[in-house]
C-alpha cells in the first residue's frame, strides 16, 4: 500500500494566484481530512468528506478556499487568490473508520510570495 | 465538547532518559483514545492507540495507558534515543463513526546525546 499521496510536495507561488493541492487517499478509505499546520495556529482541520461527500466545510478560513472530492481515489484543496498568509504545510489523511486511526500524507509545504 | 489537554513544551532529555508526556482528555461516552508522533518534515504518524479503559498501547518502545477514572493517556518511554525528537500529538474520538479526530496541541520532545 502507498499510503495516501500527496502533491506536490512543494508549492511556491505568488500572490494572487491560483493554487491547487492533491490528494490520494488509501484505497477503501471512506473518510478524507485537509489539515492545515503552521506554528502559530497549530493543526487545524479545514474540511473533511464522507463517502465523497462534504460533511463539515467550517474550519475553511474563507471563501478563497474550496476543495472537492470527485470520486473515492482523488481530492484536491483549491486556493483562488493565494495570500502570504495561506503560508503553511497542507495535510490530507484519510480513514476507513476514525476509531482506527488515520493515515496522513506527507504534505505539501506551500509558500506564497 | 471533547478536547484534549497535552503538557506544554518543548521538552528537552538526554540520551537514555526516561520520558512522560502527560495527556488528559474530555469526552462524552468512551473515547478512543491515540498518540501521534510527528517528524521534522513529514506527516503525523500514528503511534499507537488503545480503545477502552485500562487498554495499554504500544509501539517503539512507547507505552500509554487508558486510564478511565483520571481520564489520561499518558506516554511513556524508558529510555529515549536521539531518534525519538519529535513532535507528538495525544487525540481522541467519542464517535464509533467518522467524525474528525480531536487533536492536542503537541509536545515538542528533544533529545540531546
Known amino acids: 500500500d502507498a499510503g495516501v499521496i500527496q502533491s506536490p510536495r512543494h508549492e511556491v507561488t505568488e500572490m494572487g494566484q491560483e493554487v491547487t493541492l492533491r490528494c490520494k487517499p488509501i484505497?477503501?478509505?471512506?473518510?478524507l481530512f485537509w489539515y492545515r499546520q503552521t506554528m502559530m495556529r497549530g493543526l487545524e482541520l479545514l474540511i473533511y468528506f464522507n463517502n465523497n461527500v462534504p460533511i463539515d466545510d467550517s474550519g475553511m478560513p474563507e471563501d478563497r478556499f474550496s476543495a472537492k472530492m470527485p470520486n473515492a481515489s482523488f481530492s484536491t484543496l483549491k486556493i483562488q487568490p493565494s495570500e502570504p498568509r495561506d503560508s503553511a504545510v497542507y495535510f490530507c489523511?484519510?480513514?476507513?473508520?476514525?476509531?482506527?486511526?488515520?493515515?496522513f500524507g506527507s504534505g505539501t509545504r506551500l509558500t506564497v510570495v | 465538547g471533547d478536547s484534549v489537554t497535552q503538557m506544554e513544551g518543548p521538552v528537552t532529555l538526554s540520551e537514555e532518559a526516561f520520558l512522560t508526556i502527560n495527556c488528559t482528555y474530555t469526552?462524552?461516552?468512551?473515547?478512543?483514545l491515540f498518540w501521534y508522533v510527528q517528524y521534522p518534515g513529514e506527516g503525523l504518524q500514528l503511534l499507537l492507540k488503545a480503545t477502552k479503559a485500562d487498554d495499554k498501547g504500544s509501539n517503539k518502545g512507547f507505552e500509554a495507558t487508558y486510564r478511565k477514572e483520571t481520564t489520561s493517556f499518558h506516554l511513556e518511554k524508558g529510555s529515549v534515543q536521539v531518534s525519538d525528537s519529535a513532535v507528538y500529538f495525544c487525540a481522541l474520538t467519542a464517535d464509533s463513526g467518522n467524525t474528525p479526530l480531536v487533536f492536542g496541541k503537541g509536545t515538542r520532545l528533544s533529545v540531546i546525546a
Open positions: 469526552a462524552t461516552g468512551y473515547p478512543s
Open positions: 489523511a484519510s480513514s476507513l473508520k476514525v476509531y482506527y486511526g488515520y493515515t
Open positions: 484505497s477503501g478509505h471512506n473518510s
